[in-house]
């Protein structure tokens, strides 16, 4: 399906560019949430006749997104929520859960489910990286942290600082390893010319 895009989206282009898309995300996301027009003679006349309104409204759009990026630095994102002795929650926390929490930190409603990018809803309790796309020059990670109780947030954050040390040590040695058998293959490599220098 040809559109007119009458916002910036990451990897398809400016506004009043036209694109080809998959009809199912024309009518699903770009349509509904006012990223993008059907393309037609007439809606073209319509997209030049309001430019300038759309590239108003994405400035406007730009200027809400680094003010809340700037809200949120440092921010944690702690959800509390019923779950059982092993950590399995009862319910689960989507993409509305958490943009609402972050609503209700920079105290305006300026997030939506759309904006916050979750592979999975969260079924554990935890701490997990959230991406949160506002406009296509504002992207950024927030913390989410489940938990079933305020006094938990830091023994989980305690064991998460320390899974992500664990997993860079383990990278670390593993480039080392990498290394080390590379130079041993090498090594290697001269010895066998070596043998064939003497050889012949």
Known sequence: ????????IANLGQIGDMVEVK?????????PNKKAICF????????????????????SKLAVAKKVKDKMIGQNVIIIENASDD?????????????????????????VKT???????????GVYVVKVDLHPEV?????????????????LLKAYDKAKKDAAAA???????????VVKSEEEFVVEIKEEVVAT
């Open 40 to 59: 037609t003679p007439n809606s073209q006349k319509l997209f030049d006749a309001k430019k300038a309104e759309f590239e108003k409204a994405d400035e």
């Open 171 to 181: 990278e670390v040695k593993e480039k080392k390893s990498k290394k080390e058998k």
């Open 115 to 125: 904006d916050v990018h979750l592979s999975n809803t969260i079924k554990d309790i």
């Open 139 to 155: 992207l950024f990670d927030v913390k989410v942290i489940v938990t079933r109780v305020e006094s938990e947030v830091e023994v």
């Open 23 to 31: 009809n199912g995300y024309a009518k699903n996301f770009l349509i």
């Open 1 to 8: 399906m040809k559109v007119i895009l009458t916002a910036q």
């Open 87 to 111: 950590g399995r929650l009862y319910g689960s926390v989507n993409a509305v859960v958490i943009s609402d929490e972050i609503n209700k930190i920079i105290d305006e409603k300026a997030v």
